[in-house]
């Protein structure tokens, strides 16, 4: 079995030294290099080959937009996949725009992290849904034909379906969650216990009809709900 070397930056040292046991524990794939900055990986990139990039977009001292672009200038061979919790089409285009070929959010991402590894190096792109769905938004907004007069009105007109709006205590809960905090961080600062903090989130999901944290951020920002 051929081993794909894999090369990753990210700053939150817990982040990366989870996402470097996933990578270690899977036979087909090694961890050629780790760095917590992007001068360090560029600087490694310049004289290292490597098959795989993972970056994170926020890093300390370089955009991570700028690792993607430089890479794919070095390394034309290098598959490059974000990793970051960003999810808003900005971050996203641009992404893809420097020569990303995979976007995943970090929430829920380890477990299948792996798998989507080889399916980038065997041609794939893989996309988080939240990410995937902007995709088709923008592509479906950019082929939708110009309107041509008013839209019907009655039983059979469309409408727009406004989620339920949140309660104070769940816009807490969301808003503390999209700044990185756990579960029993959360519930620390809150005065609340971590079961809790789950019950919010549940309730979160099923207002805005997400399935994970980095989707119900997402949707929250997108109304307007969060900063």
């Not at 087909?28 to 001068?39: F, G, K």
């Not at 990039?53 to 070095?74: E, F, H, K, N, T």
Request: aromatic share 4%; net charge neutral.
């Amino acid at each position: 079995m051929t081993t794909t070397q894999v090369a990753l930056v990210e700053d939150d040292t817990g982040v990366r030294e989870r996402i470097g046991r996933v990578i270690g524990a899977d036979a087909s794939l090694a961890l050629a290099y780790s760095a917590a900055n992007a001068v360090d990986m560029l600087r490694w990139l310049g004289e290292n080959p490597v098959e795989v990039l993972l970056v994170d977009l926020g890093l300390p001292d370089l955009p991570g937009l700028q690792v993607i672009r430089r890479c794919r200038s070095m390394q034309p061979a290098c598959a490059v996949m974000v990793l970051s919790i960003f999810g808003d089409e900005a971050n996203m285009v641009q992404a893809f725009e420097a020569g990303a070929s995979g976007y995943l959010l970090k929430d829920g991402t380890e477990a299948d992290l792996a798998t989507h590894i080889r399916n980038l190096r065997a041609g794939g792109s893989p996309m988080s849904p939240v990410i995937a769905r902007q995709l088709l938004r923008r592509w479906q907004t950019r082929t939708e034909a110009p309107p041509r007069g008013p839209e019907p009105q009655g039983a059979g007109a469309r409408s727009l379906v406004v989620p339920e709006r949140l309660s104070p205590r769940e816009s807490e809960v969301l808003g503390l969650v999209s700044r990185g905090f756990t579960y029993v961080e959360v519930g620390v600062q809150m005065g609340v216990s971590a079961s809790t903090v789950q019950s919010h989130i549940r309730n979160i999901y099923g207002k805005l009809d997400v399935h994970n944290k980095s989707e119900a951020v997402f949707e929250a920002r997108n109304l307007g709900w969060l900063p």
